[in-house]
């Protein structure tokens, strides 16, 4: 009574043919990946999307091994055409462009904004220790962007007394940031 079966008749030839590429393969590697590397590099300006252009290269050679055997062309030439098509892909892809599609368009990292708001609340609230006078120059000087001759022209001043209410303005916040400033070290 037998205990094992007998192996299918291909399982020789099939073991054969995988012993053969692999060598091939290894083959392949020894003698054409630095002229691929140093050509997928000069194209690209990219030492590591070069690799990664040579990789994909000898994994269709592995698996296109028994046509480059019985080929009568040159195999660096083959690799060479297949590498300079990968990289042109590349080029053309959404890779190269940087889109995304699909749902990781969804999982956009947004900006931390957290500071911008305790700022706001911050200024918000330092402009409210102030007088309505003072307060008027800073936001037209400061807010919106003017002169104090055109604050003091909107706000119907003489220009030296927007001048002196932006100088007392000003220093009171200085005051007022520094005392926060000491109270929130203190704590």
Known sequence: MKTSEPLAPTAGPQRDAAHRRETHLGLLVREHEKAL??????????????????????????????????????????????????????????????EVTGAEMFDVTQRDHADAVVASVTVAEMLGSLSAEHRDVLVHTYLRGRTIREAADDLGIPVGTAKSRQHYALSHLKKYARAKWLKARAA
């Open 37 to 98: 590397l140093a050509y997928t590099e000069k194209l690209l300006n990219d030492h590591y999307l070069a690799e990664d252009i040579v990789q994909e290269t000898l994994v269709r050679a592995w698996h296109n091994a028994d046509r480059l055997v019985d080929s009568e062309g040159s195999v660096r030439g083959w690799l060479l055409t297949v590498a300079r098509n990968l990289v042109i892909d590349r080029s053309r892809s959404g890779f190269h462009r940087h």
